[in-house]
């Protein structure tokens, strides 16, 4: 369970968070929308420990700047950051070495095939495509079973095999009790399959729609997303 209390950050004169609460349950997709610059990357940075800020986040009941929480999270980045000098094989093997997870090898090698990347298990990083990069980037991020995945617009630069089976991806990460958040500008990117939707303005959520079985929504997201940040519905 990622669990995020009144997060503040500031750049300066900017408030990028402002006094930011929510919560990811084991087992539930939250979706983070909102126009450029509302402030998605900021919270993601903030959760991942790579911000400071004012509040509190855990992962599973563990401060997010500490060993444990780290060893339970997975960040797929805005920007691919892959390691030049190293093979795609050899990236899987640093990783499951630092996190101490060799018996994962299998689960790596049958990520990087799912992604159409292990045929290219031996180039190096700066030889792949920025696509084969974001692919290699997330198999890296997956690779440890991690209980909490963030991605930051995951989708951009995938071709339709890799959206598909990221997409895939997602639902199985929830079936087994992740907790999954991810930043997108693509409404439709995450079809029907996320638990909760919030929709950032200007540092703060200006919506939050939940998509449980038992709950009538009348406005579609993507409704909801228009109204919020133009003031009105699609199409009006
Ligand atoms: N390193 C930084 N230094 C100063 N200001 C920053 C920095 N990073 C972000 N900001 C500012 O913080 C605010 C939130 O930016 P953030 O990148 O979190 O938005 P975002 O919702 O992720 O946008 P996008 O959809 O364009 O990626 C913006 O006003 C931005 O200009």
């Known amino acids: 369970m990622l669990k995020v209390e009144g997060v503040t950050k ?8 402002d006094d930011i609460s929510f919560s990811v349950e084991d087992g539930q997709i939250a979706v983070l929308m909102g126009p450029n610059g509302a402030g998605k990357s900021t919270i993601i940075k903030c959760i991942v420990g790579l911000l400071r800020f004012q509040g509190k986040i ?3 009941g563990y401060d997010n700047k500490s060993v444990e929480a780290k060893a339970q999270i997975g960040y797929i980045p805005e920007m691919p950051a892959v390691y030049d000098l190293l ?19 299998d689960y790596a090698q049958a990520l990087l095939e799912r992604l159409e990347l292990w045929d290219k298990k031996d180039k190096l990083g700066k030889q792949l495509s920025k696509g084969m990069q974001q692919k290699l980037s997330i198999a890296c991020a997956l690779a ?11 989708l951009v630069g995938l071709d339709p095999h890799a959206i598909k089976e990221l997409k895939a991806i997602f639902q199985e990460l929830r079936q087994g009790g ?6 997108t500008h693509m409404i439709d990117s995450v079809e029907d399959s996320w638990d909760v939707a919030h929709i950032m303005m200007q540092g703060r959520f200006a919506a939050t729609m939940a998509n449980w079985p038992s709950e009538m929504n009348e406005k579609t997201l993507e409704q909801l997303f228009f109204e919020i940040t133009e003031g009105r519905e699609e199409g009006r």
């Not at 093979?87 to 090898?105: G, P």
């Not at 992740?178 to 930043?183: K, M, P, Q, R, T």
Request: aromatic share 8%; hydrophobic share 40%; no cysteine.
């Open 10 to 17: 500031r750049y300066g004169k900017t408030l990028a968070n």
């Open 58 to 60: 855990t992962l599973n």
């Open 87 to 105: 093979t795609v094989q050899e990236h899987m093997q640093f990783i499951l070495r630092a996190y101490r997870k060799m018996d994962n090898l």
């Open 144 to 154: 440890h079973s991690p209980r909490v995945v963030i991605f930051d617009e995951p």
């Open 178 to 183: 992740a907790s999954v958040l991810i930043s």
